[in-house]
């Protein structure tokens, strides 16, 4: 088994991606380092890549050659708008 360190800001669909080459993997990860698909990886402890992950070499190849780490996760701060507020709570009626 391999393992993969978590960078700040990356979810484990990022991880998924950029260590398999496919979300299609996102579930595996998922049981094998005991986190929900939502969760974000600590940075403290590598994620497990399991060895029977099918992987899409061409993706991941390229994601290396060119250094791409993907970080999509949000962490909640700053996120504004009428799609974020919850009535009664953010958002007054009157």
Do not use: C, H
């Amino acid at each position: 088994m391999s393992k993969a360190q978590a960078l700040k800001g990356q979810s484990l669909p990022d991880i998924s991606i950029q260590e398999t080459g496919t979300m299609e993997n996102l579930f595996l990860l998922s049981v094998e380092n005991d986190l929900s698909v939502t969760d974000i990886p600590s940075l403290d402890n590598p994620v497990v890549i399991p060895e029977d992950a099918d992987k899409n070499l061409k993706v991941v190849n390229t994601y290396k050659a060119q250094g791409l780490k993907p970080a999509t996760a949000l962490d909640g701060n700053g996120l504004e708008g009428i799609e974020i507020w919850a009535i009664e709570r953010d958002f007054i009626v009157s």
